[in-house]
């Protein structure tokens, strides 16, 4: 992995703006929980691929390896953050399985976005040479 400290702070901004326009558009969770939950994989597909791209463009070589490797860090990431919020107690408590059925399931997304831009990053790197 070239900057896995990288990985990791792209994970926590992911997350952090996937939480924050989450929070702003709240109120549609209440008023039409479909549409919400419609709009957050839009929102975080949006903000991996950003992420994704700023990422690879630091790397020369390993572009699918890379990808892979980003999108698990990122996806831990974005768990281990959840289950301090989601999973201690709190007024937020879910349990494990409600958890992945209401949020956690949606991160496996990343892996395939990253992955995605890993194998067109090491296309277009082929073409070059």
């Known amino acids: 992995m070239k900057s896995l400290k990288k990985a990791v702070l792209y994970g926590f901004l992911i997350w952090l703006i996937v939480f924050a326009v989450s929070f702003l558009i709240f109120p549609i969770h209440e008023s ?24 690879l463009s630091i790397i020369e070589s390993n572009f699918i390896k890379e990808g892979l490797y980003f999108g698990i860090i990122v996806t ?15 007024p937020r408590q879910m349990t494990l ?3 992945f059925q209401d949020i956690g399931f949606t991160y ?22």
């Open 32 to 55: 039409n929980r479909t549409f919400f939950e419609s709009i957050m994989p839009v929102i975080l597909s949006i903000v991996v691929s950003f992420f994704a791209l700023k990422y």
């Open 97 to 99: 399985s409600d958890y």
């Open 76 to 90: 831990v990431v974005n768990w281990l953050i959840d289950a301090l919020i989601m999973l201690s107690p709190s």
């Open 108 to 129: 496996f997304m990343i892996l395939p976005i990253t992955l995605g831009f890993g194998f067109i990053a090491n296309h277009f790197s082929q073409k070059r040479n």
